[in-house]
Each structure stands twice: as structure tokens, then as C-alpha cells.
């Protein structure tokens, strides 16, 4: 190769290397800017962002430059970055928005503000209100629900910001959740909920009776028989009071779970060959009550059955009642809404 073809074939190389790197000045001009959020140099930033650097150039793991304020929990930048055209939606290549570390950092002013220029709170998978919630902050949560956040949404494993509050011992947040209708029965992929989550890491504040996981409700009864019992208890509960027999996890017995609709309120449990009952104990249980609807049929089924039952009334609440024994004698109560069919 002559000089003259050399000299042009490197030109040529310097050209093409020049058009596939960024701008060296524009690159400086990023550094600085990067350096200057991390350090809390608002005044160097807004110099910086007037000669035009862009405040959503992210860094090697996607954060934006609002990101990295919000994590300094620097509140004036975070002003100064949205004035400056700071985009509020964009994600880290973990998936997190600003607003989503806000939560978690427990900016509330911050998180407030961002909802307000338009940033995303209810998207689907981990959002702000799980960020929040595994952050433990009770007043955030409140905000992102005034604000329309499903309560009950979950990450993409199924989880909740129920079962995050209720693992990171956040009693106040699990209170606000709880109150706001949380659904503590919810199941993630691997089949946890969020009391199972308390106990698993020993969050007796959490999880044990009479602290912040407040009681919400009922979940089940179980009856414990020898298998021939326990079989004709399951037929009568589902033929006679209309349960219906559904999934049970492997608990290493045999068993039944019976669901009333998506409830699941009786447990049959096998009793060991050696087992011994305390029948002759003191008891102080007298029936169970099932919320039922079609009074006339269950009565002519009850009468089909030879069944015996009586009656009652409480007028006050428009209640009807049927009460009659199951096959172990225990006592079963179905209630009726008057006027209802």
C-alpha cells in the first residue's frame, strides 16, 4: 500500500471510529452531572443541565439521574430534575421507577409530587405500594391507596405488600393494610401467605394474637374423627348443609377440607388408631352456623333425610334459623335473611 492510499485508509478508520463513539464533550458534561447529584451539588447541576446535559441519561444499571437524587434523598435536586424535564416512568434494568424508590426510601413529599406531574402507581408486577410497604412506611401506603392502588396487587411472584410489611416486621404498615382490606389469605407462587411469611421470620409483634395483625375474620373449624366417622361427616356436610369438598395441601394425614363457595371453613382430620378423645371432658362448644340461602328446600331436604330440627327467629336482624345435629352429634345452625329466596 503507497503513503498516499495509507494516509487516506487511516483518515478513513479515524472517521469511523469517530461516528460509533458519543460525543467526548457530551460524555464530560454527563460525568459531571452524575458526579454533582451524587454529591448534593444542586447549584453545579442546574449550571450543568442549562448547557444542555440530559437529565434522563441513565447510568450502566439504567438509573436516571432522578433516581440517583431520589436514593441520596436529596428533595431539592428531585424539584430541580423534574423542572428540568426529568421523564417520571422510565425503569433500572431491575424494573424500579423513581416513585417506586421513593416508596421504598420513605419520601412521602417526594412520592406525593411525582404522582401528581403523572408518575405510575398502579402498574402491574412490583410497584410502588409493594416498595412501601416492604419499606414499612404506613403513611406512603395510605397516600398510593387515596391514590387508587389495588390493595390487594401482586409482584410477579404472586406477592403482596401485605406479606412484605408483614416480613420486614412493619407493624403499622400491616395495620394500615389490614384496615384498607388486605386479603391475608392471598397465596403467592410458592403457596405462602402473609401470616405464614410473620411466622416463618419469628415476628411475634406481627404475627401472634392480640398484637398489630389484627383478627378480620373467620377461617375454619375442624372436626377430628376415626375414617368411617370422618367419611359420613363429609357426606352429611356436603349432601345435607350443601359445603363442597376441595383442594387440600399434603398435610401427611388424610383428611378432608370442605369449601363453602371460595371459603374453605371445615376441616375433617383422621384420627390415630391410638388416639384417645376427650369425650368425658367439659365442653362449652355448642354448634357451628352456616350463612345459607333457599330455606324451603333445605328443609324439605332435612325432612327427606329424616333429619329432625327446630327452629328460631331474630326479628331484629331478619334472621331465620335451622338447627339440627350432625352424625358426631356436634350442633349445626344454617341462617336464612328473611324475605330472601
Request: charged fraction near 20%.
Amino acid at each position: 500500500m503507497n503513503a498516499t492510499r495509507k494516509s487516506f485508509f487511516l483518515a478513513g478508520l479515524l472517521l469511523a471510529a469517530s461516528l460509533c463513539q458519543p460525543s467526548i464533550a457530551a460524555a464530560g458534561v454527563y460525568e459531571e452531572l452524575r458526579s454533582a447529584v451524587e454529591n448534593d451539588h444542586t447549584g453545579d447541576i442546574a449550571k450543568l443541565l442549562a448547557r444542555g446535559a440530559d437529565p434522563n441519561t441513565p447510568d450502566e444499571r439504567g438509573n436516571t439521574l432522578l433516581m440517583v437524587a431520589i436514593r441520596h434523598k436529596n428533595t431539592p435536586l428531585v424539584d430541580l430534575l423534574i423542572n428540568a424535564g426529568a421523564k417520571l416512568n422510565l425503569r433500572n434494568r431491575y424494573g424500579e421507577t423513581a416513585i417506586m424508590l421513593a416508596s421504598y426510601s420513605g419520601l412521602g413529599g417526594v412520592v406525593e409530587k411525582l404522582y401528581v406531574k403523572g408518575a405510575e402507581i398502579n402498574h402491574k408486577g412490583w410497584n410502588p405500594l409493594l416498595y412501601a410497604a416492604a419499606g414499612g412506611h404506613a403513611k406512603i401506603i395510605q397516600l398510593l391507596l387515596d391514590g387508587g392502588v389495588r390493595i390487594n396487587s401482586t409482584s410477579d411472584n404472586g406477592t403482596t405488600a401485605l406479606m412484605m410489611a408483614a416480613r420486614g416486621n412493619h407493624p403499622e404498615a400491616v395495620k394500615v393494610l389490614l384496615k384498607n382490606g388486605a386479603d391475608p389469605n392471598i397465596r403467592n407462587e410458592g403457596g405462602g401467605t402473609a401470616l405464614q411469611w410473620a411466622l416463618a421470620k419469628n415476628r411475634e409483634e406481627v404475627a401472634s394474637r392480640g398484637a398489630h395483625m389484627t383478627t378480620i375474620g373467620f377461617n375454619h373449624y375442624n372436626l377430628r374423627a376415626a375414617r368411617e366417622l370422618m367419611d359420613e361427616l363429609k357426606t352429611f356436610y356436603c349432601d345435607i348443609v350443601g359445603l363442597q369438598q376441595g383442594q387440600r395441601p399434603d398435610l401427611g394425614t388424610f383428611g378432608y377440607w370442605l369449601y363453602a363457595g371460595d371459603q374453605c371453613v371445615l376441616h375433617l382430620s383422621q384420627a390415630r388408631l391410638d388416639e384417645t378423645r376427650l369425650t368425658h371432658a367439659a365442653t362449652t362448644f355448642d354448634h357451628a352456623a352456616f350463612t345459607c340461602t333457599r330455606r324451603p328446600e333445605m328443609e324439605a331436604r332435612l325432612k327427606r333425610h329424616n333429619i329432625e330440627f327446630t327452629t328460631g327467629r331474630i326479628p331484629s336482624m331478619g334472621i331465620a334459623q335451622l338447627f339440627f345435629k350432625d352424625p358426631a352429634g356436634n350442633g349445626v345452625e344454617l341462617s336464612f335473611a328473611e324475605g330472601h329466596p
